[in-house]
């Protein structure tokens, strides 16, 4: 998807290819355009990451927002098939965030997971949970300080997950990254922090999404 715009709202269903492999050549790339016009609000809440065996994996993606929009994104990855005994079998898999306001970079984020370099299973990487999420909540309207009480207290109730909240340094949002233990509970703590997002930034609760 590429220059994808928000005129004045839009939630980003979940995207058909997040479980992939490399059938015809050792790297796959998703790289994702959004532009958020003034008054304008993005939520994108794609399907979890699901690397394959060997699977070699970029995804980038580059947001531009002008200073009254406002946007959530989160992003979720499983360690593998789990149940299919890959867990962290993949190559590598590289997810990279860069959001500008007015032109301006407010915000440049990147995850690098390669086990062949180091271990991701290992206590101060992904330890046992593997399973990982990422969520910003951005606003230069919103009180980052309660935005972020919120979203730690949703995570904090989230059996088998472990995370937090904190404001950005530029005063645009807020980040959360979390560990769970296994799928069902890394769903649950994406859906908990995006509605305790939602509900800060829009008054809203979060819809229940098909997965």
Known sequence: MDDFYAARSGLIPPLPWST?????????VQETRISVARN???ESVPD??????????HQITRLAMERDAGAILLDSMAPGRAARGERHDYALVLLRLVVTCEGRDILIDGARFCPA???PALAGALGEEGYVGTMFALSAQVDSMALAADIAAALDGT????????????GHGVVARFLAADAPALRLASHRAWDASRRRMRGRPAPILRK
């Open 20 to 28: 992939f492999s490399p059938p015809f050549s050792a790297l796959s």
């Open 40 to 42: 304008g609000f993005l």
């Open 48 to 57: 979890m990451i699901i690397p394959h065996a060997g699977a070699c994996h």
């Open 117 to 119: 370099e180091a271990d």
């Open 159 to 170: 059996e088998g997950v472990f995370g937090g909240a904190a404001p950005l340094t530029w």
